[in-house]
Nanobody, 123 residues
């Protein structure tokens, strides 16, 4: 069964770091572009970063060089290294996968979503 499983969330103080992981089944990982989205309380889900199956990366403007997306192909796992976190980064972070480059960035009709993991940044 195809699935995405996030891990690595938790509570961190402002200025701190967290690394999120997203584990995917083998076929899903190799066939899809993969991305991170997040949803803050009371807000809509928003795009954070994407890494294509060929290695192309894109980031949301608010990332401002604080976050780095990467993939470990040997482990079928995607990561999001988050540094210099602020309370504005608080939310549920979701892993997503889709074979369509435009779709994975748009966030609409994405084929696969993880259940999400909570990141809380205290001031």
């Amino acid at each position: 069964q195809a699935q995405l499983v996030e891990s690595g969330g938790g509570l961190v103080q402002a200025g701190g770091s967290l690394r999120l992981s997203c584990s995917a089944s083998g076929s899903m990982y190799t066939r899809n572009h993969m991305a991170w989205y997040r949803q803050a309380p009371g807000n809509q889900r928003e795009f954070v970063a994407v890494m294509g199956s060929s290695g192309t990366k894109k980031y949301a403007d608010f990332v401002r060089d604080r976050f780095t997306i990467s993939r470990d192909n040997a482990k079928n796992t995607m990561f999001l290294q988050m540094n210099n976190l602020s309370p504005d980064d608080t939310g549920v972070y979701y892993c997503a996968a889709d074979p369509r480059w435009t779709t994975i960035q748009a966030g609409i009709n994405i084929n696969y979503w993880g259940k999400g993991i909570l990141v809380t940044v205290s001031s």
